[in-house]
C-alpha cells in the first residue's frame, strides 16, 4: 500500500510540475487518459488580426495615430492566399473594410467568436480534463466550453458558438457551430455568416507549440471551403496570469457617446 | 477488575464506530476526479430558502424546527414565484413577464436548508454595521451622482454598463434570477463561472500572486484541504466596491461537496475599512441539472442605449414646457 | 418561547406581505413610458434570443396599412434553453401578439408586457405556467 502511495504523490508532483513550470518544456504533456494535453497559456504571432490575408502595410485607420498603429505586414495564414468569396458577399467585406472605425465589433468590445479569438494579439489559456475543454480568451474575457465527445447540436446561437470535438490520434478536432455571424474574422472586415461550419484541429508541433488549422464552411459566402493555418505558441514566462482586458467601459464612448447630455449652454 | 475489561473493549469499539461513521460518510460521497482531487465540478443553483440576513425578531435563532421550516419554504416560495399582477399604466406594469421566460428565482430546485439565514457570524445573523468612512464613502458616491443619473453610461450601475454583475463576485450570493453558477475542473486549476458574468479563474497549487494588479473580480489562489477547496480572494479594484467595500476586501470560501446533488458553500468577508467586524456565511449550492448559456452582456445591451435616449427624450419634453 | 413564537409569526407576516420580486436590473422606467401603452398583432422577422435581454422583431401593419417594424424586449433566455426551447421555437413568419409600453424616445420598440402567439398558444410552453415556476422539492 504504502509504495502505492509514494509513488502516487511523486507522479502527481511530477504532473504538477510539469504544468506550472516556468520555462520551456520537453516534450509535449500528456493528460491521464493518454492524449495530448494542450492545458496551459498560449497565444498568437502574427498579424492576422490585421488581415487574414497577405498584406503589405497600411496606414492607420485614423491618420493621426500615426506609425504606431499602422497595419503591419503579414504573409497571410489563409491557405492559397486568398479567401473564396462569392462575389456579392466580397462586396460585403469591402464594405466592412472601408466603415471598419465604426463597425469592428472588436472595437464595441464584443467577443471575438471562433477563430478570431485565436489569433487576437493577447493570450488565452486552455483548461482540458477528459470529457470538456475550457478555452478562457483574454479579450472581453471570452469563455469556450468544448465537449468532448460532444454530439448535441446548439439550442441558439451564440458568440463563441457551440463546440463538440473529438480526438483523431493525437489531433484535437473541433466542430463549432451555433455562431450568430455578428463577428469579424479580422481589423479588415473579413467574414463569415451565422451559416458558418467551422472546424478547428490542434496538433502537437513541439513541447511548446501547436498547429491551429481551420476549416471553415460557408456557402453563402464562400464558393467553396477554405482552410486557415498558424502555429500556437505557448507562454512560457514566469508567474504568468491571464490578467482581466474588460474592454467595456473603454467602449462606451463609442457606442453611446451621441447620447450623453448635453453640456449646460 | 475482570469485567471492566470487556466493557472497555465495548466502550473503545463503540467509540472507533462513532468516529469512523462521519468519515465512512465523506468516504462514500467522495467523489474523484480522474487526477485524484475531490470532485465539484457541476452546474448548480445558488438560490436557497434562507434569506441573505436574519430578521432581527429571530435574534440568534439559528434554525427552524422542521415544522417551521415547513411553513417557511412554502411561503418563501410563493413569494419568489408570484404572478407578477400589476395595474396596467402604472410604472410596475412597465415590464416583461417573468413566467414567459421562465425567470423565477430558484427555476423550480429548492433543497433543504433549516437555517433562518445564510449569514451565520455574527451572531445575529445579519451583516455587521458599515463603519463610518465606509458610511462617507457611500453617501459621497450616491452625492456625486444625485441629479446626474442619466448624463452618461458611465453614470449607470456596473450591471446596466455590463461590466460586473455582482452576485458573480467573490463572495458568491444568491440574487434575482440566473442565480447559477458552473464548476469546472482541470489538473491544477478550478474555473467557477457564475451565469451572469466572467469567469473566475482559480489555480489550486495555493500560490501566491506576486504582481499587484487589481482586477475587477479580484485575484484568487486555491488550495485543498481534505476534501474542501479553500480560496482567498484580495486584489480587487476601486470600482468594484462590493457592497461599499473597498479594494482591501478579504474573501475567504470553502467549497465542499456534500452528496451528488449538493456542494456546500461557505465564506467569509474581511474589510476592517467597510464592516466593523467580519462576517460569514453558508448556504447549499445545489445541481442545476441544466447548462448555462452564454452572458454575452455587453454585445446585446440595447437596454444602454434605450435608457439614455429615453432620458433625453424626457428633458427634451421638459424644455418644451 | 412566547417571543420567538410572536416573532415568528411576524416574520411570516412580513414575508407575506413584502414583494420580493426578481428585479429588473434596468431602469425600465426610463427605457419605456407607462403612458403609452400599445397592443399589436405582427409577423415575426427575427427572434434575438440573447442577454441581457431578449428582442423579438415583428412587422405590424399600421391602421393606413404601411408595414412597420417593432422591437419588443422580454426576458433572459437562459432559463428557457435548460427548458428546451431552441431558436426554432418562435419561427420567422409566426404571428404573435402583444401588450407593452413604447419607448420613451418615440422608437418602435416596446416591452413586451405579454406576449403569446396570435391563436392564443403561450410563447414558450405549454399552459400558462413555464415548467419549473413551481414549488418542487428534489
Not at chain 1, 511523486?10 to 504532473?15: F, S
Not at chain 2, 408570484?82 to 414567459?100: I, K, L, N
Not at chain 2, 465564506?267 to 460569514?280: G, I, L, Y
Request: with cysteine; proline share 7%; charged share 20%.
Amino acid at each position: 500500500m504504502k509504495p502505492f502511495f509514494i509513488t502516487l504523490f511523486l507522479q502527481i508532483l511530477l504532473a504538477a510540475q510539469q504544468v506550472y513550470a516556468a520555462g520551456p518544456l520537453i516534450e509535449f504533456p500528456r493528460a491521464s487518459d493518454g492524449h495530448p494535453d494542450f492545458s496551459g497559456v498560449w497565444q498568437t504571432l502574427s498579424s492576422a488580426h490585421w488581415n487574414i490575408e497577405p498584406h503589405v502595410a497600411a496606414a492607420a485607420v485614423l491618420p493621426a495615430l500615426g506609425a504606431q498603429f499602422a497595419v503591419p505586414p503579414g504573409m497571410g495564414v489563409v491557405a492559397g492566399g486568398t479567401i473564396p468569396y462569392l462575389p456579392e458577399a466580397k462586396a460585403q467585406r469591402d464594405r466592412n473594410f472601408t466603415a471598419r472605425l465604426l463597425e469592428d465589433p472588436e472595437g464595441k468590445c464584443y467577443l471575438g467568436g471562433v477563430p478570431r479569438s485565436t489569433y487576437m494579439p493577447y493570450p488565452f489559456q486552455i483548461f482540458q480534463n477528459i470529457n470538456e475543454i475550457v478555452m478562457v480568451y483574454q479579450f472581453a474575457t471570452g469563455l469556450r466550453r468544448i465537449n468532448v465527445g460532444g454530439t448535441e447540436e446548439a439550442p441558439l446561437d451564440s458568440w463563441m458558438g457551440w463546440s463538440n470535438a473529438r480526438w483523431d490520434g493525437d489531433t484535437l478536432l473541433v466542430e463549432v457551430s451555433g455562431l450568430n455571424g455578428l463577428t469579424w474574422l479580422d481589423r479588415a472586415g473579413n467574414y463569415a455568416s451565422a451559416n458558418a461550419r467551422i472546424t478547428e484541429s490542434y496538433t502537437p508541433l513541439g513541447p511548446n507549440h501547436v498547429l491551429y488549422e481551420v476549416t471553415i464552411i460557408d456557402a453563402t459566402v464562400f464558393a467553396q471551403p477554405w482552410k486557415i493555418s498558424m502555429p500556437l505558441y505557448r507562454i512560457v514566462d514566469a508567474d504568468f496570469r491571464l490578467l482581466e482586458f474588460k474592454c467595456e467601459q473603454f467602449a462606451e464612448e463609442k457606442l453611446y457617446g451621441h447620447l450623453r447630455k448635453p453640456e449646460a449652454q | 477488575m475482570k469485567h471492566t475489561q470487556p466493557t472497555y473493549l465495548v466502550s473503545l469499539l463503540a467509540a472507533l464506530i462513532v468516529l469512523t461513521v462521519p468519515l465512512h460518510v465523506c468516504a462514500q460521497e467522495q467523489r474523484k476526479t480522474a487526477w485524484g482531487e475531490p470532485d465539484l465540478a457541476g452546474a448548480y443553483t445558488e438560490f436557497t430558502i434562507a434569506p441573505l440576513e436574519r430578521p432581527e425578531e429571530l435574534g440568534t435563532k439559528e434554525y427552524f424546527t422542521p415544522a417551521e421550516a415547513e411553513i417557511f419554504q412554502l411561503q418563501r416560495l410563493e413569494e419568489v414565484n408570484q404572478d407578477d399582477e400589476t395595474e396596467p399604466g402604472t410604472q410596475a406594469d412597465v415590464h416583461y413577464d417573468f413566467g414567459t421566460y421562465a425567470l423565477s428565482a430558484n427555476e423550480g430546485i429548492t433543497s433543504p436548508n433549516l437555517r433562518t439565514s445564510i449569514i451565520i457570524i455574527p451572531n445575529n445573523g445579519r451583516i455587521p454595521p458599515l463603519v463610518p468612512a465606509a458610511i462617507t464613502r457611500r453617501d459621497a458616491r450616491g452625492d456625486a451622482r444625485l441629479g446626474h443619473e442619466f448624463d452618461g453610461p458611465e453614470n449607470r450601475s456596473l450591471t446596466e454598463r455590463c461590466i460586473v454583475w455582482p452576485s458573480t463576485l467573490p463572495p458568491i450570493l444568491p440574487g434575482g434570477y440566473n442565480s447559477n453558477l458552473q464548476i469546472f475542473q482541470s489538473p491544477g486549476y478550478v474555473i467557477i463561472q457564475g451565469e451572469m458574468g466572467d469567469p473566475r479563474i482559480i489555480p489550486t497549487d495555493g500560490r501566491i500572486v506576486t504582481d499587484s494588479l487589481p482586477q475587477w473580480i479580484g485575484n484568487s489562489t486555491g488550495r485543498w484541504e481534505g476534501a474542501t477547496l479553500v480560496i482567498e480572494t484580495t486584489g480587487f479594484n476601486d470600482n468594484t466596491a462590493w457592497r461599499n467595500a473597498t479594494a482591501n476586501m478579504h474573501v475567504t470560501e470553502w467549497l465542499t461537496r456534500l452528496d451528488d446533488d449538493t456542494v456546500e458553500y461557505r465564506f467569509r468577508v474581511e474589510d476592517p475599512q467597510t464592516w466593523a467586524e467580519p462576517w460569514e456565511g453558508v448556504y447549499p449550492l445545489t445541481n442545476l441539472n441544466g447548462l448555462l448559456f452564454e452572458y454575452a452582456c455587453t454585445e446585446g445591451n440595447y437596454g444602454m442605449a434605450n435608457i439614455l435616449s429615453g432620458e433625453r427624450a424626457v428633458e427634451q419634453q421638459a424644455e418644451k414646457q | 418561547m412566547r417571543s420567538t413564537k410572536l416573532g415568528l409569526l411576524l416574520f411570516f407576516t412580513l414575508m407575506v406581505l413584502m414583494t420580493v420580486h426578481v428585479q429588473a436590473h434596468h431602469a425600465f422606467s426610463t427605457e419605456f413610458d407607462s403612458s403609452h401603452p400599445v397592443s399589436f398583432k405582427g409577423t415575426v422577422t427575427k427572434v434575438e434570443l440573447i442577454n441581457p435581454h431578449s428582442w423579438i422583431h415583428i412587422v405590424v401593419v399600421d391602421a393606413s396599412g404601411a408595414s412597420v417594424t417593432w422591437m419588443i424586449e422580454g426576458g433572459s433566455p437562459n432559463a428557457l434553453v435548460r427548458r428546451g426551447v431552441t431558436k426554432a421555437s418562435i419561427p420567422v413568419g409566426s404571428e404573435l401578439s402583444v401588450t407593452g409600453y413604447q419607448a420613451r424616445d418615440g422608437s418602435n420598440k416596446a416591452v413586451g408586457r405579454d406576449i403569446a402567439f396570435a391563436d392564443g398558444r403561450t410563447l414558450f410552453f405549454e399552459g400558462s405556467r413555464a415548467p419549473g415556476a413551481s414549488v418542487t422539492s428534489p
